[in-house]
């Protein structure tokens, strides 16, 4: 039985959370690369209960032809919650909050992303969510940046997300569903590892001082993510060389 | 060699003199534009693991003929912007009416990349001997980003290929490649092909594809 009344939930048990996090703890991340024969580049990830695929296609052709640009690529970017993502079917197809996910999450990436590079062309970036646990735009941003890499798409950097919010009067990171359903606040953000922020959302309220310590810890979080970001990359890599020494042991 | 895998945006070189292919400068310091192999040399060059091939002008291709306009065949050439090969271009004087007589739609060309302008119209020719119809032998199709390794160095592991398999190879940068010669030999240089483009990022290849032929021979001889 979930308690609907508020002040019946305790978030916190011994100070650790329900699943057993400290308030400063990400929730686990998996990250695979090159999971889809068929996309230029693709990427799954697993970040708690959020399990997210990613693909990116081009720079290809514009369909339809009046959306090209001149100058530069365009960005296309489809987030996309599978009716069984959530407990309760979900009705599918696109509706106003995944038209404002696509929007922001485009928006958090196009600023790394060189499209000057080719005109008249499109990437597109498809973000499927498999199975929601709250943070899964940021799952999405995570595994698009991931998936553009992949691609081979020039950018100036990755770009990481990870959201902090606030339940029981605390700030906490990442939060799963039952702190964003039941908490106070919830605020993600998306930036690359230099620090600068792409993208910032807020749902709820936070004084100055605890906006300022939930940005930081977002912050932080983007941190360790984007080292697993770049682990999961270079071990792509390191997986492709194994095969060549069997050759050489065979020789 | 002295090599690394890096992602975008990696730090590479506080030396912004130092900034070759792929990476950028930012404060005086080089980053990473992509995703594979920094090569350390003189200039630091990031050698990508993907993409698609975009057309530079001087690039030899192998394009598939996919329209027919009023004077210009539009040519598929693996790549996000198609070639336009204007009648001009084409070693023969020939009439607007009899373009399909010579290069049919679904038509292999060697061709190469005369210009390509800011927008990305990319004008291609047939004029030169190397250049023109494809009648025999075949065409595989491999990762543009392999092709430099294909080539080699000045060239080495082509010619090597060329004279090991006793065939004829025409390598297009954008990935297609095109192998004329006996049956056997053909199928030799296919496999070959894939190897490398399969290792392409490992060292001493050169050498391990000299081993790979001399061990494929001997079993058929």
């Known amino acids: ?251 | 060699m002295d090599r690394k895998v890096v992602v975008p945006g990696d730090l590479l070189s506080d030396d912004a003199k130092r900034s070759g292919e792929g990476t950028f400068v930012k404060d005086g310091r080089v980053y990473s534009l992509l995703y594979g192999l920094a090569n350390y040399r003189d200039k630091i060059n990031v050698i990508p693991l993907a993409g698609k091939y975009i057309p530079a002008p001087g690039d030899n291709v192998i394009g598939v003929v996919k329209d027919i306009t009023f004077s210009n065949w539009i040519v598929d050439i693996n790549s996000p912007y198609d070639g336009l090969l204007h009648i001009s271009e084409f070693p023969k004087r020939i009439e607007s009416e009899e373009m399909s007589k010579y290069l049919r739609i679904g038509s292999s060309i060697m061709t190469r990349v005369k210009d390509v302008d800011p927008t990305m119209k990319v004008e291609l020719t047939l004029n030169d001997r190397k250049l023109g119809l494809i009648k025999t032998g075949q065409v595989v199709e491999i990762s543009h980003t392999r092709v430099p390794r294909l080539i080699g160095k000045g060239g080495s592991m082509i010619s090597m290929l060329k004279k090991e398999v006793n065939c004829n190879i025409f390598v297009g940068q954008n990935g297609r490649i095109w192998i004329n010669g006996g049956a056997e030999d053909m199928d030799l240089a296919l496999r070959t092909i894939t190897l490398i483009e399969k290792e392409a990022h490992t060292n001493g290849l050169t050498d391990r594809i000299v081993d790979f032929l001399k061990k494929e021979k001997g079993t058929r001889s």
Do not use: W
């Not at chain 1, 024969?37 to 209960?49: N, Q, T």
């Not at chain 1, 996309?80 to 999450?105: C, I, Q, T, W």
């Not at chain 1, 940021?138 to 998936?147: E, F, L, Q, R």
């Not at chain 1, 990755?158 to 605020?187: H, R």
């Open chain 1, 1 to 251: 039985m979930i308690a609907m009344d508020e002040n019946d939930i305790s978030f916190f048990k011994d100070g650790l959370r329900l699943d057993g996090r400290r308030a400063d703890q990400l929730r686990p991340v998996k990250i695979e690369v090159g999971v889809l024969a068929r996309a230029d580049g693709s990427c799954y990830i697993e970040m708690g209960g959020n399990k997210v695929i990613a693909a990116v296609y081009g720079p290809r052709e514009v369909h339809p032809r009046h959306l090209q640009e001149v100058t530069r690529a365009i960005v296309r970017y489809r987030y996309n919650m599978a009716s069984f993502s959530v407990e309760e079917r979900k009705r599918p197809g696109p509706d106003r909050r995944s038209y404002e996910l696509s929007k922001v999450s485009r928006e958090s990436l196009e600023p790394v992303i060189l499209t000057s590079y080719f005109p008249r062309s499109v990437i597109d970036v498809f973000v499927e969510v498999l199975q929601a646990d709250a943070g899964t735009r940021t799952a999405g941003i995570n595994a698009a940046a991931v998936a553009l890499a992949d691609a081979g798409i020039p950018m100036k950097s990755m770009i990481s997300s990870c959201a902090a919010g606030k339940v029981a009067d605390t700030i906490v990171l990442d939060p799963m569903k039952e702190e964003d359903n039941f908490g106070q606040a919830d605020l993600p953000i998306a930036m690359n590892p230099s620090g600068e922020i792409t993208l910032m959302q807020m749902d709820g309220g936070l004084s100055r001082e605890e906006f300022h310590q939930a940005v930081e810890m977002a912050m932080k979080g983007c941190r360790d993510i984007y080292e697993i970001q770049r682990k999961a990359l270079v071990e792509k890599y390191s997986q492709l060389e194994a095969p060549a020494e069997e050759v050489k042991a065979c020789e």
